[in-house]
């Protein structure tokens, strides 16, 4: 499994922003796949993911108003919408993938990650 994210760049304070992860494998419409993000100095934290069938999405309680994860058709895409951005929303955004509906909040359990996107939020 390949995964690629894009669609970064700089936004003001409260505009909106919509990041991309396009996977690919024979069997990447599998997986379940999740958004991290890491700000400088930081650990990589848990934003939100989305099952294979697309039917079961999980967030970060901190997260769950102003993000949205949605998985795309065809479903080797996966888009995470964000909106009224803030300065600590700077980050370096991924997209990781693991097989099964399951989704998982500790990176740790995921094998395959894209190269991340660079979301910086300017005041």
């Known amino acids: 499994v390949q995964l690629q994210a894009s669609g970064g760049g700089v936004v003001q304070v409260g505009e909106s922003l919509r990041i991309s992860c396009s996977g690919s494998?024979?069997?990447?419409?599998?997986?379940?796949v999740t958004w991290f993000r890491q700000a400088p100095g930081k650990g990589r934290e848990f934003i939100a993911g989305?099952?294979?069938?697309?039917?079961?999405?999980g967030y970060a309680d901190s997260m769950k108003d102003r993000f949205t994860v949605i998985r795309g058709n065809p479903k080797n895409t996966i888009f995470l919408q964000m909106n009224n951005l803030k300065p600590d929303d700077t980050a370096v955004y991924y997209c990781?993938?693991?097989?099964?509906?399951?989704?998982?909040?500790?990176?740790?359990?995921?094998?395959?990650w894209g190269q991340g996107t660079l979301v910086t939020v300017s005041s």
């Open positions: 494998g024979p069997t990447f419409s599998d997986y379940a």
């Open positions: 989305i099952s294979w069938p697309g039917t079961t999405v």
């Open positions: 990781a993938a693991t097989p099964g509906p399951w989704i998982k909040r500790v990176p740790s359990e995921y094998k395959y």
